[in-house]
T-cell receptor
């Protein structure tokens, strides 16, 4: 069975541009979470979606937005990119939103903002 | 103060050594504790998952939680070069929570042959 997949693998953008990152969860999982991992740091929670509804939001500016589609895949959008947005963006899927549900991470999308 | 604190290391040990990795946390509401392993340029993979206080063992790995001191530990016995990775502790509150994980900074471990 396929794990969490993310696309693209790598991305290079310039300041001020917009970026869209994509995630497909494990089959049967209805919850998708997004995390930002800056080099040398642990992942930081950005969003969680369940059944197409936002269930949680981390301390990130409004430039960050996300959505979940009927097939449970998800997109993370970042507008007006800043140099500080350079990071590994991780998507995690779980069966539900319960704290006891294991979150399985994808390989991430490495975003470089120049 | 970060909710989960972890010494970033790096930690270098010889093959076969016992490794001790530690985290502290500040939020008394945290009920679930995890250890993830992350290889370079990969996503984190779940190693151990514990609820509340106590020990949990899985092969060469033992996770320990002491809620009275807000201390989380991971022990690796008979360490192998393939254990070289970054180890992330994470925690989350219990009921009513969205499942948001709060991660430590990660400790980089190198096991030398």
């Amino acid at each position: 069975d396929a794990g969490v997949t993310q696309s693209p693998t790598h991305l290079i953008k310039t300041r001020g541009q917009h970026v869209t990152l994509r995630c497909s969860p494990i089959s049967g999982h209805k919850s998708v979470s997004w995390y930002q991992q800056v080099l040398g740091q642990g992942p930081q929670f950005i969003f969680q979606y369940y059944e197409k509804e936002e269930r949680g939001r981390g301390n990130f500016p409004d430039r960050f937005s996300a959505r979940q589609f009927p097939n449970y895949s998800s997109e993370l959008n970042v507008n007006a990119l800043l140099l500080g947005d350079s990071a590994l963006y991780l998507c995690a899927s779980s069966a539900t939103t319960g704290a006891m549900d294991t979150q399985y991470f994808g390989p991430g999308t490495r975003l470089t903002v120049l | 103060q970060k909710e989960v604190e972890q010494d970033p290391g790096p930690l270098s040990v010889p093959e076969g050594a016992i490794v001790s990795l530690n985290c502290t946390y500040s939020n008394s509401a945290f009920q679930y504790f995890m250890w993830y392993r992350q290889y370079s340029r990969k996503g984190p993979e779940l190693l151990m998952y514990t609820y509340s206080s106590g020990n949990k063992e899985d092969g060469r790995f033992t996770a320990q939680v002491d809620k009275s001191s807000k201390y989380i530990s991971l022990f690796i016995r008979d360490s192998q070069p393939s254990d070289s990775a970054t180890y992330l502790c994470a925690s989350t509150p219990g009921s009513g929570n969205t499942g948001k994980l709060i991660f430590g900074q990660g400790t980089t471990l190198q096991v030398k042959p």
